[in-house]
T-cell receptor, first 108, second 115 residues
């Protein structure tokens, strides 16, 4: 089945800096790659996703890039704010398995 | 976005009893739903994939006789934890795949505590 690896497990940045989280997947059949943000005690919320027919997608301060050949995709958050602090998960569509998560802390 | 409702949000039960958790897609039909388990500060671990009208596909290491999944309609999947034990205490969360976009929508989650 699909195996999704995510790193780093924790990431601490200063407010205003950028944050990058990376994921790799194993199954070339996966064609949909969502990123979720989970705040403490709450359900995961989709923040951005990308399909395998594009290499990059942007939504304001958030962007995702996909390299199908290398089977990896990344989440980029620019101009980070304290409210971006949460746990972020990546997933790959084939089997909908999640990465281990990245705890992002944005220090004011 | 689409809405997935999960019930109950919290349940406390005695060891040896069974607990049923419901997952409903409120405004779309979901042929596929997923059940996850999440321990504190850990990731979402896929337990099983629930397909409407057929048997669920369980992940390796998940006991199908302990975690019974039923997906009898396009809007409802249930997870029954049978003969629950304290080690089954966890946060269980379901998700449903919306057909057109393929996007996954999550329920609110159910926190199970087995005494």
């Amino acid at each position: 089945g699909e195996n999704v690896e995510q790193h780093p497990s924790t990431l601490s940045v200063q407010e205003g800096d950028s944050a990058v989280i990376k994921c790799t997947y194993s199954d070339s059949a996966s064609n949909y790659f969502p990123w979720y943000k989970q705040e403490l005690g709450k359900r995961p919320q989709l923040i951005i996703d990308i399909r395998s027919n594009v290499g990059e997608k942007k939504d304001q301060r958030i962007a995702v890039t996909l390299n199908k050949t290398a089977k990896h995709f990344s989440l980029h958050i620019t101009e980070t704010q304290p409210e971006d602090s949460a746990v972020y998960f990546c997933a790959a569509s084939h089997g909908m398995r999640f990465g281990a998560g990245t705890r992002l802390t944005v220090k004011p | 976005g689409a809405v997935v409702s999960q019930h109950p949000s919290r349940v406390i039960c005695k060891s040896g009893t069974s607990v049923k958790i419901e997952c409903r897609s409120l405004d779309f039909q979901a042929t596929t739903m997923f059940w996850y388990r999440q321990f504190p500060k850990q990731s979402l671990m896929l337990m099983a994939t629930s397909n409407e009208g057929s048997k669920a596909t369980y992940e390796q290491g998940v006991e199908k006789d302990k975690f019974l999944i039923n997906h009898a309609s396009l809007t409802l999947s249930t997870l029954t934890v049978t003969s629950a034990h304290p080690e089954d205490s966890s946060f269980y969360i379901c998700s449903a795949r919306e057909g057109a976009s393929g996007e996954l929508f999550f329920g609110e989650g159910s926190r199970l505590t087995v005494l």
